[in-house]
Every structure is written in structure tokens, then in C-alpha cells.
């Protein structure tokens, strides 16, 4: 069994930066698929970015470029580097693993909850 814990959330201006941290525990040997998510009340569930036991990422446009998702194998620790955030960055962000393949934003969409492991949120809010 697999358990994800977020910290580093935080209150920054627009144009800030901020890094999320995933600690990730249990067996996580072998394929491993890897996300973090954003929900704002009253909407949607939006995937941010995922990453693979690779190495491989997958962005949603509205992040790309800005957002950096990484991991340290060593450390079971999953990471968001957010740089440039803006108002709209604001949001709940969860890390989870997903039992997903391929682990990329889109297929990640489409799998049942039932195969999703959640952290329990970590708040981001940027405002003036």
C-alpha cells in the first residue's frame, strides 16, 4: 500500500515561486506513475503534471514551461517547482499515483478513481 503526504504550500504574490513537496511511502519499485493535481471548490479535478518511473513528464498547457515536476527515487519524494504563478494558479494541489498507463495527462483522465491514491491536499493561493 502506497501513502502521499503534500507540504509547501503557501500565500505568494503573483509572479512568485513556490515548490510542493510529496513524500511517498510504501512499495513504489517498478513502474510507477506519478501526478500532481489541482481542484478549486466547485469545479473539476485538473491535472497539472505527471511523471513516470523514467522520468517521463506530461504538462497541462496552462502550467507547461512554468511548472517543473520531479522526483527523488532515493528520497520517495515527488516535487512541483511553480515559478511565475498567477492568480489562476490558485487552488487545492494533491499529489496521488495513479495506476495509469501510459502516465501521461490524458490517459491519467480517463482512469477510474478507484485507481487513484491521494495525499491530502496542500493549499496555493496567489494573490496582491
Known amino acids: 500500500q502506497v501513502h502521499l503526504m503534500e507540504s509547501g504550500g503557501d500565500s505568494v504574490q503573483p509572479g512568485g515561486s513556490l515548490r510542493l513537496s510529496c513524500a511517498v511511502s510504501?512499495?513504489?519499485?517498478?513502474?510507477?506513475?506519478l501526478g500532481w493535481f489541482r481542484q478549486v471548490p466547485g469545479k473539476e479535478r485538473e491535472g497539472v503534471a505527471s511523471?513516470?518511473?523514467?522520468?517521463?513528464?506530461d504538462y497541462a498547457p496552462a502550467v507547461n514551461v512554468r511548472f517543473t515536476i520531479s522526483q527523488d527515487k532515493a528520497k520517495n519524494a515527488l516535487y512541483l517547482q511553480m515559478n511565475s504563478l498567477k492568480p489562476e494558479d490558485t487552488a487545492m494541489y494533491y499529489c496521488a499515483r495513479v495506476l495509469s498507463f501510459p502516465c501521461a495527462l490524458a490517459p491519467i483522465s480517463r482512469t477510474p478513481l478507484e485507481f487513484y491514491t491521494w495525499g491530502q491536499g496542500t493549499q496555493v493561493t496567489v494573490s496582491s
Open positions: 510504501g512499495d513504489t519499485s517498478g513502474r510507477l506513475c
Open positions: 511523471i513516470d518511473e523514467h522520468g517521463s513528464t
